[in-house]
């Protein structure tokens, strides 16, 4: 009888501390060249290769040549199964080190990851979750045995998980604002740990649920530490950031490390481009310049620091930002309107479900599905 050589599995929390410590990692995604091009896994040391699955169907020798003999490799597709069944064929092929990642891209586009970015004056901390896989960035502040997260994902286990074991009572959950690009946990584990919602009113003129209104100087207290927001529309009407501990400005989509933010998701560009500029040339220039900026995405693995967390200093910013750089208006206003990438995957139906007008069940993993677009 044949045997079949069983194949090794790797989690994707496993690959991601992989790829956040900046391991030499090899990689073989055996999705369609479409998929591939669109959205793949990336990191510092990341070397990958593209080789579709039905292309593998009788063996390795199309990629043979290109398999390393000293290092580990490891397989990924869309699901998880055909990773499984190149993985064997690789085996086979005599490389003794080579891992499937369990659930694919599908899997690794849900993964957050836990970074600590800072402590808080009178104690706490505040901790920054990666969204690795979909450039998506929220946040949770603990003080004094309570806790608030900001721009809440829709996965809620890693969140809930986080605040049993550091025995953290969920006070309060905010959004910067109504989010186009994924689908917003916020109001779902409010509900479901008795923590307060809120969210910008001016976002908020058509949903269907109840909800605490944001407003320009609203304080909240968590624990030991102020929480402060500042209207700063632009991405949206209702764009709010936070000033936490008078340490982190929490900036929503309005500012991103190597770029702006975009105004055209509600189909409002050319109404809301004003209102970025104001927000960025006038709004922020008032604001401290030793102000740690934590934004909701980034755009590229570059942007991560050594430990894998996304931040920079407002001053910096100013200094080094291309698009804090654009002074003439009519320029700003061409640039900003008209040099936009493509638009998020379902970007529409998210925004419906964050307003509480359609409940997507098994579809909402599909809806997100797919690289950042900012």
């Known amino acids: 009888m044949e045997t079949v050589t069983a194949v090794k599995k790797i989690s994707v929390k496993e690959l991601a501390r992989k790829v956040l410590n900046h391991d030499d990692l090899f990689i073989i995604d055996a999705r369609n060249t479409d998929d591939f091009d669109d959205w793949k896994i990336e990191g510092e040391n990341v070397e990958i290769i593209n080789e579709p699955y039905f292309d593998l169907l009788e063996g390795v020798d199309p990629i ?63 901790y920054q979750f990666v969204r690795i896989g979909k450039g998506c960035l929220s946040y949770l502040v603990e003080s004094n045995g309570e806790a608030v997260l900001i721009d809440t994902s829709r996965m809620l286990e890693p969140y809930e998980s986080f605040l049993k074991e550091h025995n953290l009572k969920l006070k309060f959950v905010l959004d910067t604002h109504l989010h186009a690009d994924h689908i917003s946990g916020g109001r779902k584990i409010a509900e479901k740990l008795g923590a307060v919602y809120y969210l910008p009113p001016k976002d908020a003129s058509e949903v269907t649920f109840d909800y605490q209104p944001i407003h320009d100087g609203s304080e909240y207290k968590v624990g030991e530490t102020k929480i402060t927001a500042v209207y ?35 189909g409002k560009a050319e109404d809301w481009v004003g209102d970025l500029r104001n927000t960025l040339y006038n709004r922020y220039t008032k604001l401290a310049d030793n102000l740690l900026v934590l934004p909701a995405h980034y755009m590229s693995i570059k942007e991560m620091s050594e430990d894998g967390s996304i931040s920079e200093k407002l001053g910096v910013l100013y200094q080094k930002n291309h698009g804090l750089k ?4 009519d320029e700003f206003r061409k640039t900003v309107t008209e040099n936009l990438p493509p638009q998020p995957n379902s970007y529409q139906e998210i925004r419906q479900t964050n307003m509480g007008k359609i409940t997507p069940d098994e579809q909402q993993r599909e809806m997100e599905i797919g690289p950042n677009r900012w």
């Open 232 to 266: 700063s529309p632009g991405h949206t009407i209702g764009s709010t950031s936070f000033i936490v501990d008078d340490q982190y400005l929490l900036i929503g989509d309005i500012l991103f490390i190597d770029s702006i933010g975009r105004p055209d998701l509600a």
């Open 326 to 329: 654009i002074m003439n208006e």
């Open 64 to 126: 043979a040549d290109k398999l390393p003999k000293n290092k580990v490799i490891y397989v990924i597709c869309a699901k998880g199964g055909s990773s499984e069944f190149v993985a064997q064929q690789i085996a086979e092929a005599g490389f003794t080190d080579v891992y499937s990642i369990e659930g694919g891209m599908k899997a690794w586009s849900e993964h957050l990851e836990p970074i600590r970015v800072g402590s808080l004056k009178n104690g706490g901390a505040i």
